[in-house]
């Protein structure tokens, strides 16, 4: 399926209005964004760094999703798309 291309701006601003993941700082050209679990959670806190670069390659975006936690990229894909 065809898509456009997306921002590094874009995914992180998706990413920290969907209100899971909070911009904890930025590192150089990269957003660091950090998700703490629940207390009754028994996962570990997760760090998902972004380059805020014009333009994500597929791989970059791929890597974003996986540290994000995302099951289907194509469904992460879709979904950036849409609240973009």
């Known amino acids: 399926m065809a898509r456009g291309t997306f921002s590094g701006r874009e995914v992180v601003k998706v990413v920290v209005n969907c209100g899971i993941y909070e911009w904890d700082r930025t590192n150089g050209d990269h957003a660091i964004l950090r998700w703490e679990p629940p207390a009754d959670h028994d996962a570990d806190a997760r760090t998902v760094p ?32 849409r609240n973009r």
Not at 53 to 75: C, P
């Open 50 to 81: 972004v380059p805020l670069h014009d333009e994500l390659n597929e791989g970059t975006l791929r890597s974003i999703g996986e540290k994000a936690g995302m099951n289907d990229f194509q469904r992460f894909v879709d979904w950036i798309e």
